[in-house]
């Protein structure tokens, strides 16, 4: 199992527009194979801090997420709203 977690640091003003581009990319993420759970999260404290927070059956279904169609029209689209880069950490479960 892989665990992803995306930490996305957007401009105040383009919340609205990247949680919208997010709703697409939940949508069309969670029909595909391989999928255990895919989901946009907003910090409590700091509402433009939103995480990614992903699971995976495996390293192979997060490598053809990252390849779908879905996955490269949208993404692009998400990282012109944001203040600074991403923060990606892929975990693989050992407990």
Same mark, same amino acid.
Do not use: R
């Given at each position: 199992?892989?665990?992803? +977690?995306? /930490? =996305?640091? +957007?401009?105040? %003003? /383009?919340?609205?527009?990247?949680?919208? $581009?997010?709703?697409? $990319?939940? *949508? *069309?993420? +969670?029909?595909?194979? #391989?999928?255990? @759970?895919? #989901? &946009?999260?907003? %910090?409590?404290? %700091?509402?433009?801090? $939103?995480? &990614?927070?992903?699971?995976?059956?495996? @390293?192979?279904?997060?490598?053809? =997420? &990252?390849? @779908?169609? =879905?996955? /490269?029209?949208?993404?692009?689209?998400? *990282? #012109?709203?944001?203040?600074?880069? *991403?923060?990606?950490?892929?975990? @693989?479960? +050992?407990?």
């Amino acid at each position: 199992m892989i665990k992803v +977690v995306a /930490k =996305h640091y +957007v401009v105040s %003003d /383009k919340i609205e527009e990247l949680l919208e $581009l997010s709703k697409e $990319l939940v *949508a *069309a993420t +969670v029909k595909e194979e #391989g999928c255990i @759970s895919y #989901g &946009m999260y907003q %910090d409590i404290k %700091d509402n433009t801090i $939103l995480t &990614m927070i992903e699971e995976w059956e495996s @390293s192979e279904a997060l490598k053809k =997420h &990252m390849e @779908s169609e =879905h996955f /490269k029209a949208i993404v692009p689209k998400m *990282a #012109g709203f944001m203040e600074k880069p *991403a923060e990606l950490n892929i975990y @693989s479960k +050992v407990i």
